[in-house]
């Protein structure tokens, strides 16, 4: 099964399902904001999701491009790696319990959840998701 997600849809579609999540959430992103001051904002509620799932014990694990995001995010409990190579790390993606992948334009950003022209597609369900974990594995183990 393949979704699209389109702009807005995003948040709409992957809070809960980070909601659901029992076991773990692996994410590439490229740039990824915290809005401590705007609780409510939709990118924010995101965020606390990902807190809320580490708390529920679900291992979480984060590669990112900023050393300064690795920091704080470890401070959110999230095991987390910043990506060094010769080429830009600009992957987005997500694949929550080996299960489903959400992979596509969207950093988890305010300007990504509700400005610019994002799409992403949900995969569930499909032989294609094994590629998709061979392919964090293999980063995350640089």
């Known amino acids: ?19 659901k999540a029992k076991n773990s959430i692996d994410i590439i992103v490229f740039d990824w904001r915290w809005y401590g001051s705007d609780p409510g904002a939709s990118v924010q509620i995101f965020n606390q999701k990902i807190r809320h799932a580490v708390n529920r014990k679900v291992k979480v694990r984060a590669l990112v491009n900023s050393k300064i995001l690795v920091n704080f995010l470890r401070k959110q409990g999230i095991d987390c790696k910043h990506v060094v190579c010769k080429k830009l790390m600009h992957c987005k993606m997500m694949i929550i319990d080996d299960e489903l992948v959400i ?23 499909d032989p ?12 995350w183990s640089r």
């Open 103 to 125: 992979t596509g334009s969207h950093n988890y950003t305010m300007s990504a959840f509700h400005l610019n022209i994002e799409l992403s597609v949900l995969i569930k369900e």
């Open 1 to 19: 099964m393949i979704k699209v997600l389109s702009g807005r849809q995003f948040p709409a579609e992957v809070i809960p399902l980070i909601e």
């Open 128 to 139: 294609s998701i094994s590629q998709f974990i061979e392919f964090y594995k293999n980063i």
